[in-house]
């Protein structure tokens, strides 16, 4: 495999469940586009061949590992290694060839963690299938829990006189118990799923909400929702009730996005993909095929067209006629500011 480049790689610490399956790994430092020789060392000391693939450490592994890494001066990796493997828990090295759809647990991992350690943007890592590759998991203050083992875990508990308190049933666990991005203001953790990229200078409130393959260029104001595979462009601020239609669960394959210095208002949303310098009144929520009265400066119709056909025309407010009840836009010539000191989160 020397010839052969690796798109990313990680050593993990990984949690299995009473039949010995991986159900989630934790990665510290996760590489994209690693060194090469550190790449191909780590392949040709574990016999990995040109797939994406992943390993468990056992202690001959460990030590072959620890010598190569040595004799080939990479210290970091060696030393990172040595603290992972010095405990009981078993310890995975993960390294993704090509950027594939998801396989494994560990692999879909990795991609979760290149997205929230901002390695990677949203829609550049292949996460088709993922749902289908992650186990529905409880997550507790005891850390991941098989659902099959946790009957027996909550008995051991309540037998030593403690609660094992279960947060979630899910599949994504929320992004802070892996990482916490540089730079950024989370009210409520559990709003925000591994898998975010949350941009520095991001402000997420209590309401907000980010899923995985998704986030913000920051800095941003987040009181709504960030569906999966939407991007809000830098200076945007997102109201409070206010949501963003992603193509999960039927919707459809239109990306949204959110430009810069955009304002979604309260309980409002969006369909379509929004221009730079857009504001979209409260309670108003514009799908892609909703019918758009276009106005001029003085308020005279231009033209009707679907929302959709707005995608690239910048500096609009969207807003609904109090009389007819129609939808309307008119040119804005004053970009949304955010406060910059509220923003600012060094």
């Keep these: 495999m020397s010839s052969t480049s690796v798109h990313s790689l990680a050593f993990g610490i990984a949690t299995t469940n009473a039949r010995g399956e991986i159900i989630e790994v934790f990665y510290p430092h996760p590489q994209i586009n690693p060194q090469a020789e550190l790449a191909n060392l780590l392949s040709e000391v574990c016999h990995l061949d040109s797939n994406n693939q992943f390993v468990e450490i056992d202690g001959e592994l460990q030590n072959a590992l620890l010598l190569a890494l040595k004799e080939a001066g990479q210290i970091e990796a ?9 405990g009981s828990q078993t310890v995975v090295i993960c390294l993704l060839v090509s950027n594939t759809a998801p396989s494994s647990i560990p692999e879909a991992y990795l991609k979760l963690h290149l997205l929230s350690h901002r390695l990677a943007k949203p829609h550049s890592l292949n996460l088709d299938g ?10 507790t203050n005891l850390g991941a829990i098989d659902l099959d083992d946790l009957p027996e875990r909550q008995l051991a508990a309540r037998l030593r006189g403690e609660l ?3 947060m ?20 409520h953790t559990a709003r925000v799923r591994l898998g975010a990229y949350l941009g520095e200078g991001t402000t997420i409130m209590h309401e907000g909400f980010v899923n995985f393959n998704a986030g913000t260029e920051g800095p941003a104001m987040i009181e709504g929702r960030i569906s999966a595979g939407v991007m809000v462009g830098a200076n945007s601020d997102l109201g409070g009730g206010c949501s963003t ?8 394959k239109e990306i949204i996005s959110v430009g810069k210095n955009c304002l979604i208002g309260a309980n409002a949303g969006i369909g379509f993909p929004l221009a730079d310098g857009c504001i979209i009144e409260a309670g108003l929520y514009v799908t892609a095929g ?7 400066n003085q308020g005279e119709l ?18 609904r006629n109090s009389l007819s009840g129609a939808v309307e836009c008119i040119p804005l010539h004053r970009a949304v500011d955010l406060n910059q000191e509220l923003h600012r989160h060094n």
């Design 78 to 86: 060696g030393n990172l290694l040595q603290r992972l493997t010095d």
């Design 130 to 139: 993922i749902f289908g590759v992650l186990a529905n998991i409880a997550w």
């Design 164 to 166: 094992l308190e279960v």
């Design 168 to 187: 979630s049933v899910d599949k994504f666990p929320k992004m802070t118990s892996y990482v916490v991005p540089r730079g950024v203001r989370i009210a």
């Design 245 to 252: 239609m992603g193509t999960l669960s039927g919707g459809g």
């Design 290 to 296: 909703t019918k758009v009265n276009v106005l001029d």
């Design 302 to 319: 231009i033209k009707t067209v679907k929302a959709k056909e707005l995608t690239d025309q910048a500096n609009l407010l969207f807003r």
